[in-house]
């Protein structure tokens, strides 16, 4: 039998394998992965009973759901995780792996307004929350 194609069928597998290897490392993007950790912060959100959501300014509800404010909500949302975890908890480290995937706009707008309490911290990434799912939906079918 001539080894020649045995010998191309194993390049291209090389190649191939060097190619998924690359592929993990340049574009890390699952949708999977991160619709899942969007529901583990939701899971870590509804330990503790919620405050209406209905208390929500509808302002506020704009502000949180607004597109162009997905990245700099992050950077709201990830500074005021610091209130009340450190950067080795699950919602912080899940917030993070967000950041390269939302479009930084100029001008940045003005992002949504975190008290510093719990109550106010949950209700709003719970509304955020919503917003990044849509995203995620959104950027899947386009
Ligand atoms: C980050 O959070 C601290 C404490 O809540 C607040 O004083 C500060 O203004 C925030 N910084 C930004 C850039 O949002
Ligand atoms: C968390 O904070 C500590 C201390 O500031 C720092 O050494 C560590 O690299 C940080 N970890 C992450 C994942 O950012
Ligand atoms: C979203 O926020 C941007 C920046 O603040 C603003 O210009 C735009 O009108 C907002 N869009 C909606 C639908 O509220």
Known sequence: MN??????????LLGFQ???AQGRSLSAYQPKQY?????????????????????LDPNEINTLL???????????????TK??????SL??????EFLPLLPNPTPRGEPIYIENNWDDFQ???KKYLEALDN???FKNKH
């Open 66 to 80: 607004n597109t162009t404010l997905l990245r700099p909500n992050l950077d709201a949302f990830l500074n005021a």
């Open 123 to 125: 209700k709003k990434l």
């Open 91 to 96: 919602i912080w480290k899940n917030l993070k």
């Open 135 to 137: 995203f995620l939906t």
């Open 35 to 55: 619709f899942k950790m969007i529901s583990e912060i939701m899971d870590v959100l509804n330990t503790s009973p919620s405050p209406s959501e209905e208390t």
């Open 83 to 88: 209130n009340f975890y450190n950067n080795e």
């Open 18 to 20: 060097a190619l998924q």
């Open 3 to 12: 080894s020649l194609p045995i010998l191309h069928l194993l390049l291209f």
